[in-house]
């Protein structure tokens, strides 16, 4: 079992910059890839990074590269995403997910692929 907790959202003005958190307790074994999805209203859900925690290799999905970081505290058990450069489409409730295996490929952007899910935090960004 992985329990993920996600902390850090907030509102910014376009340009602004924010640091969203996901602590990680549980099954180290479960959470070999760990992804950052967010949701915007009646949108579908979106990879937008993810980490493979052995390494520390981390991937992007194209609109949020050169913007996004996501990197790890192994100390402190926590996954960050920051985000700098933020536009209004932004705008979405992030969430954290754990995996047990190496999503290579494409298969990290399927949210389908991930059994942990955090409950999310709110991003707004305001134009």
């Known amino acids: 079992q992985v329990q993920l907790v996600e902390s850090g959202g907030g509102s910014v003005q376009a340009g602004g910059s924010l640091r969203v958190s996901c602590a990680v307790s549980g099954d180290t074994s479960s959470r070999k890839t760990m992804g950052w999805f967010r949701q915007a209203p009646g949108k579908e859900r979106e990879g937008v990074a993810c980490?493979?925690?052995?390494?520390?290799?981390?991937k992007y999905v194209d609109s949020v590269k050169g913007r996004f970081t996501s990197f790890q505290d192994n100390a402190k058990n926590t996954l960050y995403l920051q985000m700098n450069g933020l536009t209004p489409e932004d705008t979405a409730m992030y969430y954290c997910?754990?995996?047990?295996?190496?999503?290579?490929?494409?298969?990290?952007?399927?949210?389908?692929?991930?059994?942990?899910w955090g409950q999310g935090t709110q991003v707004t960004v305001s134009s």
């Open positions: 997910a754990a995996e047990g295996t190496l999503l290579y490929g494409g298969r990290w952007l399927n949210p389908d692929e991930y059994n942990y």
């Open positions: 980490i493979y925690t052995g390494s520390g290799r981390t």
